[in-house]
């Protein structure tokens, strides 16, 4: 499992095993049940040691932020700790090895704390994808710019599903006119670190449903494969094109926005604008 950073909930195993956990309790498993899948799941003798521990952990801690913090995981959570935990995967990084030492002491110190009571956990709303692989997709930015993007695949996990697509360098009136031009269109071209042009530009949206509706149109639906360049594309993130309109937020901002105006590196756009 992929891990990026020292942080307990900065890795894979555990950030799965917190939303498996509050996805479960949120449509209607008792606290029990819950847990004794996900320690069916994880806990496995087939399982590394660290995997393990850092399950056992991520349980123990999610289970006490929201108020159903069990003995049984909170005593095996505990003796992990206690054991070591994962520190054997940072034995190549000392000052890393003394960040992530601290971060489980932490952690013992909070899971032997007081609780609070439990908290309600809703339902997660879930990402949508409206779009069907091989939508020639033009968006329209609200300066007028447009972009042409051709989705390829939906990605479903646990957030919902998320649609991926190219983003290509090909003029929308070309598109509109002759929608298979897209099949020998190049990839737009982004910048590295280092100015060097690339054009690896795939992306993957989430959250789709709150696509502002007039502003993007599908012009046509080409069959293709799933990926045109080989596996995988280099992909610059995961991000949510439009965010909601709320009374923080009254205008959704547009993912382009930082591209057009700001000319930030697209790698460079953040998760969730």
């Known amino acids: 499992m992929g891990a990026w950073g020292i942080g307990l909930f900065s890795n894979d195993t555990a950030c799965d095993v917190r939303e498996e956990f509050r996805h479960s309790i949120a449509e209607g498993l008792s606290t029990e049940s819950a847990s004794a899948q996900i320690l069916d799941k994880y806990m496995s003798i087939d399982a590394e040691p660290e995997d393990r521990s850092k399950a056992v952990v991520a349980l123990a801690v999610t289970q006490w932020r929201t108020g159903r913090l069990l003995d049984d995981v909170k005593r095996a959570a505990i003796e992990s700790i206690d054991a070591g935990g994962d520190l054997s995967l940072w034995a190549g990084d000392a000052k890393q090895l003394e960040k992530r030492r601290n971060v489980l002491a932490k952690v013992r110190e909070q899971l032997l704390s007081p609780q609070r009571d439990p908290v309600h956990i809703g339902k997660k709303v879930l990402s949508v994808a409206v779009f069907t692989p ?140």
């Open 134 to 273: 091989g939508d020639v997709v033009i968006h329209t930015h609200r300066s007028g710019a447009k972009f042409v993007l051709w989705m390829y695949q939906n990605e479903v996990s646990t957030d919902g599903t998320a649609s991926r697509a190219e983003l290509l360098d090909i003029e929308a009136s070309k598109v509109v006119s002759d929608p298979r031009s897209v099949v020998s269109a190049p990839l737009r071209s982004d910048y590295d670190g280092r100015g060097m042009a690339t054009d690896t530009m795939g992306i993957n949206f989430w959250n789709c449903q709150y696509w502002d509706r007039e502003r993007y149109e599908i012009v046509a639906r080409i069959d293709r494969p799933e990926a045109r360049r080989g596996s995988p594309h280099h992909f610059k993130g995961s991000f949510v094109p439009f965010s909601r309109k709320s009374k923080k937020n009254p205008q959704p901002t547009d993912i382009f926005d930082q591209y057009l105006e700001h000319r930030v590196p697209l790698k460079e756009w953040p998760r969730n604008l």
